[in-house]
């Protein structure tokens, strides 16, 4: 029988079935560790290589099991870095879709070995990372020095460590066209080198009309020698989740977390600690940007400059309810009378909206020489927020707003949940002060919050 297409029913069966084979996925399995000249990826001889050689060369969703420890890449390219057809240097993915597994316990660790970055994903070729460290990458005068991605990249229980970029992206650069999920996985110990333009120690999200989600995740211990220490976001659109920005460092503004962009941030159940900014924003420093923060803590950050816990300047939006900003100390070089501003929070020609939050002992000065939770322009309060000391925190004037010297709160510890939160001692003012139909149900670490609330993201 012949259809109005002219296709017989049999010529389409066999069609239907000759694309199902082509799309067939189809699995590659590791079975040496070293980096030899590629060649086929035979089923007892099979370098890693030569595995995503052998994925590129096929339609459809394939999938790479690595089941040793340590992979390392040993193929320097004799002209340098920067060949894309993958048979030196860095491992060039190309095709859409692929994942590459570590089976066993643990996590298998894919070494760069300094001679490139590790891993180039090219556009369209969508990629997922199962238990897989990438690690001691340098992609010479180039971004990225793990991870380059054009396309989406989700990793989970992986790991990007130890890398490095003279230009953006010490860990990661995603950039046209990708978009980056994390979850259960860390960047951690990377860093970027060229002082006059190199952001994102850990990870830059420099595509535009992009995303990125950061769930139960990490991002510490990374440095750059530009801004934005652990997460640069100048294009993409960044979720952060029940995760942590911490110990991270920048030779400009934003030690854990920059925006430069019109760009929206949100942050949720997650602990922003111990980043330091050689300039503004410790913790988190924004122009232009919109941030919107729930049921999370600030807490240690540093700045040699205007706002130890966040920045807040040029034109940005910021809205938070039910955070705690603790401890942090601007002007963390200045030994003098600190001309540096905003201990907790610093906001300029900007928005700031508080509620149900707690704001406590932020200081200014090397060492912390004077009490100042926060300064700069008019703060938007919504009522039922805790200040240690409302001096020139503008704004706080609803009748809920308390200034309590002594707000009885812990240090940064784990008190449950995914993240640190600084807990409420006994007789804290904090306690029962949220408004409970504006306050979250529950809290940073997910317990439910009682009829009475209580004010920041710890509920006691």
């Not at 989600?213 to 990374?222: D, E, L």
Request: glycine share 16%.
């Amino acid at each position: 029988m012949r259809g109005r297409s002219g296709w017989t029913a049999a010529a389409m069966a066999a069609a239907v079935l000759g694309f199902a084979g082509a799309a067939e996925a189809k699995t590659f399995e590791v079975t040496r560790a070293s980096d030899p000249n590629p060649g086929k990826c035979k089923r007892n001889d099979c370098s890693l290589r030569e595995a995503v050689l052998a994925a590129n060369a096929r339609a459809g969703t394939d999938r790479i099991v690595v089941p040793d420890k340590r992979y390392r890449l040993t193929r320097a390219n004799p002209g340098g870095v920067g060949e894309d057809v993958g048979d030196f240097g860095d491992l060039d993915i190309n095709n859409n879709p692929l994942s590459i597994t570590h089976p066993g316990k643990g996590r298998a660790r894919i070494d760069g070995n300094g001679l490139d970055r590790v891993l180039h994903i090219q556009a369209g070729a969508r990629t997922t990372l199962k238990k897989i460290v990438v690690a001691d990458g340098n992609p010479g005068e180039d971004d990225g020095g793990g991870i380059l991605t054009s396309a989406s990249l989700n990793l989970q229980r992986s790991a990007v460590v130890d890398n490095t970029a003279p230009d953006d992206g010490g860990g990661i650069d995603l950039d046209d066209n990708g978009n980056l999920r994390m979850v259960r996985s860390a960047v951690q110990g990377n860093e970027t080198t060229d002082f006059s333009d190199s952001d994102g120690g850990g990870i830059n999200l420099s595509g535009p009309d992009t995303e990125a989600s950061i769930v139960r995740s990490t991002v510490s211990g990374n440095r750059a020698a530009g801004g934005s220490g652990g997460i640069e976001v100048p294009g993409a659109e960044l979720n952060i989740s029940k995760s942590t920005v911490a110990g991270n460092r920048a030779q400009g503004s934003g030690g854990g977390i920059g925006s430069d962009s019109l760009v929206e941030i949100s942050i949720g159940s997650s602990t922003i600690s111990g980043n330091r900014a050689a300039l503004g924003g410790g913790g988190l420093h924004i122009a232009f940007a919109s941030v919107s923060a729930t049921n999370s803590t600030f807490a240690g950050n540093r700045a040699n400059d205007n706002g130890g816990g966040i920045e807040a300047v040029d034109g940005a939006s910021v809205a938070v309810n039910a955070v705690t900003i603790a401890r942090n100390i601007s002007g963390n070089d200045d030994p003098g009378p600190p001309p540096s501003t905003g201990g907790g929070v610093y906001m300029i020609d900007s928005t700031f909206e508080v509620r149900n939050s707690l704001l406590a002992l932020n200081e200014v000065g090397q060492g912390g020489l004077a009490p100042n939770d926060c300064e700069g322009e008019t703060f938007t309060s919504l009522g039922n927020n805790v200040l240690s000391t409302k001096v020139e925190c503008d704004g706080f004037t609803q009748p809920t707003d308390l200034e309590r010297p002594n707000p009885r709160i812990g240090q940064l510890s784990k008190n449950g949940g995914p993240t640190k939160t600084v807990a409420l001692r006994r007789g804290s003012p904090a306690i029962g002060h949220a408004d409970n139909p504006s306050a979250p149900n529950r809290d940073q670490r997910g317990e439910r919050r009682g009829g009475d609330p209580d004010a920041g993201a710890f509920e006691r």
